[in-house]
């Protein structure tokens, strides 16, 4: 099943919220069974080009494309079950509810996969630990981490994973790429990872997109943008050292 | 004319058809006793004055300061309380009525302003179904407190000589009688409070008023305290209404807690400014008139229809005079949908 | 390799201090009240009502907890429930009448079945046809409920008339059970044991069942929900349904309790719904069960103790309580 043709493709994607015009014309190819990083400044639009894959917002324009569908104008709940997981940067815990139920709850086809559970308890121990215990308790990281748990409970084809080190702190953040290069081994699935920690970004993405109001102004290999520092600043404002 | 734009501060009706149906109102208001005979017809258009100057209060708490509260009424039975116990307790003058109405402004401005600093601490939402509750427990309380209030019976008083029926003034070959005064009284007193309320929100104090309600995040960024502005929209409204309720008690010589404090009058108000179109003041012009004058005339109207109906099955219950409320509540639920901005916002629009 | 090496589990704080509320409030009535035998009657009046105001308050908080929709017309149901089964009791006349539990039993059943049905299709039809315009608007929802309310009232007044009519507690309800010298209504032991069922049903299916689980996730994050691949708005016009079917049912409960009914009665009891709910904190069936027991047997204590200040005594109640948890008793962990 070698297919090169990229999983997930926008077109002139437009999208407003209310009179702003956040997104102005994204053209993106997220290749397939890699990781993608999908960088920028605050307010490039990062967070809007997830929200929009993912029906949350709709666009106004423009064509968003899932493995030869178009999926543009579909409602959120369809495309979550064409094989879309959606982690976002507030985590979207359902704080009330135990570790035990959200996992429950993002295992659509029924009980939860032993063998899966025990593959995420591997990579995220706290969440094994924390069981029957309502989510709110949990710290930031374990709430991370159970987020991406839910994305993970069942094989999915696409991730969207929305600043996953926000706020976390550093020996977690190393936690959290040993994950992801597990993640990545063993499930071969296609990632897009929108991210500001630039560290992160460089040791697991494959390929990366760079934003810039709401277009996308760079798009190519990883290891290209991280060998030319002249570009980091041009598109990030940063060099890689400062940028962490 | 530009005395006219500065009497209206600035805020015209705009559109032919609204200016022409406001001015109907407003000249059967002015000449009512020379236009229409019977008592019952000035009834009606006192009723209609006061009517105007709630629905204005209301629509200034509503439309403009966006505070969806269901204790407004409790405003208009403070003053229909303030006036009419004063002149009951300290006789029948005119410093009775100034005492009255002094009195009841403090109290409902004391008390709005009481209400208002709770409702920053709740949600909207809370603060709808909490007013719910206080209105309930006001009215409560008024009915019995009998001693002071007259409990469910409420309190009948008279009114200064000038404004008694028996009393007549001659103008030349003219005799005009009490009754007349007292209507005159009530009309220019309403037409003053409504023409202060077009001021105040056309005045930047006013315009803060509506960023509020329209983006209270952005309002706080830009440096408005919302807090206070809301809270003195709050205040003035509760004024207001409390002023009307003055006017009520005026003109009816008689104050109770069926006429001012019941849940019905909260949701004709409510009725009135929706239908009328809120946040636009004239909205509430109109609205008063259509209720006003349905409650009294659709009812004959209706019972015509029940009559003529009178075989067939559920058509006679649902036309029968008494049930003229459940029209005006279809109407109601119609305009939410069709004109979300009431009859005003519909005759503007098609200018 | 945990992140943190090996913490000790954070401590699960059940919050249990509103539980703990009503006996307070009990405790504290009875030296008020004086005689033990008067409390208890009291308040197990105040449990009955208490349990009736839950059945209907309930439905409220989860439709707008869920939902975000705020339904001033729910008192509508209220009194169309009790129409509907007063509708239908001469049908069932004899067994009514019939001074056997089990039969009054049945009757009672069959009477609150029928009003639920009713009020579940009236639910569905105002939601599709009022409330869905709406969505997302509040003050409009607010706006038309209220009119949706209006109507009802005045179609059932149009059809039924404006004045009080009879609803007679069945035969073997009525009377008193005797414990020493405390007498206790049976009508309102039925309704206490009914309204614990209720409650325990509405527990296990919010807690044990995966409707129960999108529901409680739903009334945190909807979104979320639906990201996860579930449609979550057809949930919606079920529990609509739902909750307006359980009005219905306190409906019928209410107009037995006060052995009358009249166009208005949903509408008198909507001021305490409605202070249940806030008490209770939106979206939240445990705060709402135990603010409306705490609404129920303060509005008892005080009515007689001091009538006069019954429903201002509630008011203080609710004012207390916000400033203490400014958002109700048991806020839900909103977005």
């Not at chain 1, 990872?193 to 290999?221: T, W, Y």
């Not at chain 2, 709630?54 to 269901?70: E, K, N, R, W």
């Not at chain 3, 079945?113 to 607010?142: D, W």
């Not at chain 3, 507690?169 to 614990?196: K, M, Q």
Request: aromatic share 10%; hydrophobic share 55%.
């Amino acid at each position: 099943m070698s297919d090169s043709s990229p999983l997930l493709t926008l077109s002139g994607v437009n999208t407003h919220i209310g009179p702003y015009h956040i997104l102005q014309g994204v053209d993106l190819a997220v290749p397939r069974g890699a990781l993608t990083m999908l960088l920028g400044r605050n307010g490039a639009g990062k967070t809007t080009t997830l929200r929009t894959i993912m029906g949350l917002w709709h666009a106004s324009a423009g064509a968003v494309r899932f493995d030869g569908n178009d999926i543009t104008a579909w409602a959120t709940p369809d495309i979550a079950q064409a094989g879309i997981a959606y982690v976002p940067e507030n985590m979207g815990i359902f704080a009330d509810l135990t570790v035990r139920e959200n996992l429950l709850l993002a295992a659509r086809s029924g009980p939860i996969d032993e063998a899966r559970l025990r593959w995420i308890f591997g990579l995220f121990p706290a969440l094994e630990k924390f069981w029957s215990l309502a989510a709110g308790v949990l710290s930031g990281g374990q709430k991370q981490m159970l987020s991406i748990a839910r994305a993970i409970i069942e094989p999915r084809r696409l991730f969207l994973i929305d600043e996953p080190t926000k706020g976390l702190a550093p020996a977690i953040i190393g936690n959290m790429i040993a994950a992801f290069q597990e993640l990545k081994k063993s499930s071969g699935a296609t990632i897009l990872v929108v991210e500001q920690n630039f560290l992160f970004a460089k040791s697991l993405g494959d390929a990366v997109a760079v934003m810039d109001n709401g277009r996308v102004v760079h798009s190519g290999a990883m290891a290209e943008l991280a060998e030319d520092r002249d570009l980091q600043h041009r598109l990030l404002g940063l060099h890689l050292d400062q940028h962490q | 004319m530009k005395i006219l734009a500065a009497i209206l501060s600035g805020d015209p009706p705009r559109g032919r058809a609204l200016t022409f149906l406001l001015l109907v109102i407003f000249i059967s208001l002015a000449f009512a006793p020379l236009l229409f005979h019977g008592s019952e017809s000035l009834n009606v258009a006192a009723k209609i004055c006061y009517f105007v100057v709630l629905a204005a209060s209301y629509d200034l708490l509503l439309g403009y300061t966006g505070i969806v509260s269901f204790a407004h009424t409790m405003f208009f039975g403070i003053g229909g309380y303030g006036a009419g116990l004063a002149l009951y307790g300290l006789g029948p003058s005119w410093s009775s009525i100034l005492i009255g109405t002094a009195a009841a402004l403090v109290f409902a401005i004391v008390l709005a302003l009481i209400v208002g600093l709770f409702s920053l601490r709740v949600r909207a939402i809370f603060f709808a179904m909490i007013t719910l509750a206080v209105a309930s427990a006001f009215s409560i309380l008024a009915s019995q407190l009998s001693a002071v209030t007259g409990g469910e019976d409420g309190r009948n008083f008279r009114l200064p000589e000038a404004l008694r029926p028996g009393f007549h003034l001659h103008v030349g070959p003219f005799t005009i009688n009490g009754r007349i005064i007292a209507y005159y009284l009530i009309f220019f007193a309403a037409l003053i409070l409504f023409l202060l309320m077009l001021r105040i929100v056309n005045s930047p104090f006013g315009r803060v008023l509506q960023a509020i309600r329209d983006n209270e995040f952005r309002a706080e960024a830009l440096g408005y305290r919302t807090v206070v502005y809301r809270s003195i929209g709050n205040c003035l409204a509760a004024a207001a209404a409390a002023l009307a309720g003055v006017l009520c008690a005026l003109w009816l010589r008689y104050t109770g807690p069926a006429v001012t404090l019941s849940f019905d009058i909260m949701l004709d108000i409510l009725l009135m400014v929706v239908i009328g179109g809120m946040g636009t003041l004239y909205g509430a012009v109109i609205g008063a008139a259509i209720f006003v004058l349905a409650e009294t005339y659709l009812q004959n109207v209706m019972a015509m229809i029940s009559h003529a109906t009178a075989g067939l099955p559920v058509l006679p219950l649902v036309f029968d005079p008494d049930r003229w409320l459940l029209w005006l509540g279809v109407l109601f639920v119609l305009s939410v949908y069709f004109f979300p901005f009431g009859i005003v916002g519909r005759l503007r629009a098609h200018r | 390799m945990t992140a943190r090496g090996e913490l000790s589990l954070p401590a699960q704080r059940r919050d249990f201090v509103p539980a703990l509320l009503v006996p307070l409030v009990a405790l504290i009535a009875l030296p008020l009240v004086g005689s033990p035998s008067t409390w208890v009657t009291l308040t197990v009046a105040g449990l009955a009502m208490g349990m009736i105001i839950f059945i209907i308050a309930s439905g409220l908080t989860l439709v707008f907890g869920l939902m975000d929709v705020l339904n001033f017309g729910h008192g509508a149901f209220i009194t169309v429930g009790a129409y509907a089964a007063a509708a239908l009791v001469p049908l069932f006349a004899a067994s009514l009448r019939a001074d056997s539990m089990i039969l009054n039993l049945l009757a009672l059943l069959a009477l609150i079945a029928f009003a639920m049905a009713v009020t579940a299709v009236l639910g569905y039809a105002f939601e599709r046809v009022i409330i869905m315009p709406v969505y997302g608007q509040h003050l409009k929802q607010i706006l038309v409920t209220i009119g949706g309310l209006i109507v009802t009232e005045q179609l059932i007044i149009a059809v039924y008339g404006p004045v009080q009519i009879a609803l007679p507690v069945p035969t073997a309800f009525r009377g008193s059970v005797i414990f020493g010298d405390v007498a206790i209504e049976r009508y309102r032991l039925i309704a206490v044991v009914i309204g614990l069922v209720i409650f325990a049903a509405m527990l296990l299916i919010l807690n044990r069942t995966r409707i129960g689980l999108l529901i409680r996730a739903g009334v945190e994050n909807g979104e979320m929900v639906e990201a996860l691949g579930y449609h979550i708005r057809r949930l919606f016009v079920g529990v609509f349904m739902a909750g307006s079917a359980l009005a219905g049912l306190g409906g019928v409960m209410w107009g037995f309790y006060r052995e009358a009914l009249t166009p208005g009665m949903g509408m008198d009891v909507m001021v305490l719904v409605f202070i249940v709910v806030v008490i209770g904190g939106l979206g939240s069936v445990g705060g709402c069960f135990i603010g409306a027991l705490l609404v129920a047997v303060t509005a008892n204590y005080t009515g007689f103790l001091a009538p006069k200040l019954a429903l201002g005594s509630n008011i203080l109640l609710m004012a207390l309580i916000l400033l203490w948890r400014s958002r109700g008793l048991y806020p839900v962990a909103k977005r």
